[in-house]
């Protein structure tokens, strides 16, 4: 099975391409390196639900529980390079998906899912 081609943050992509691959299913962006609190880690675990599930909504664009302007704030920063915020309730408990800005060498270096608490 071949993996699904990724637009690193080096490629220029501007609004429109964003909502045509939102539209498409295509991720929008790297996720570098994934790091997981073990707090975040033990609360999906107990409730069934594997990291990659909310990785996947997170890089394909579904934000989750963030406000319009951060919203936009992500989608803009598919574009400009700066960091990305996701925002998901699992079992009553906010869970954070944070993607970093992209670094001197073109790439987004890591994701962490975290608590809010932990930030």
Same mark, same amino acid.
């Given at each position: ?8 943050? *080096?490629?220029? +992509?501007?609004?429109?391409?964003? %909502? !045509? ?6 991720? &929008? ?7 997981? *609190?073990?707090? +975040?880690?033990?609360?999906?675990? %107990? !409730? ?6 909310? &990785? ?16 936009? %704030? ?46």
């Amino acid at each position: 099975m071949t993996p699904p081609k990724r637009y690193p943050a *080096t490629q220029a +992509v501007d609004a429109a391409q964003v %909502a !045509h691959l939102k539209k498409a299913g295509k991720p &929008l962006f790297e996720l570098g390196m994934v790091y997981g *609190t073990p707090s +975040v880690l033990k609360h999906l675990e %107990a !409730h069934g639900l594997y990291p990659n599930a909310l &990785l996947g909504a997170h890089c394909h664009g579904d934000y989750g529980l963030v406000d319009e302007d951060d919203w936009k %704030a992500n989608d803009r920063a598919v574009v400009d390079g700066s960091r990305i915020l996701s925002s998901y309730t699992v079992e009553g408990e906010r869970v954070w998906i944070i993607t970093e800005s992209v670094n001197e060498q073109g790439v987004r270096p890591s994701t962490t899912l975290l608590k809010p608490s932990e930030y």
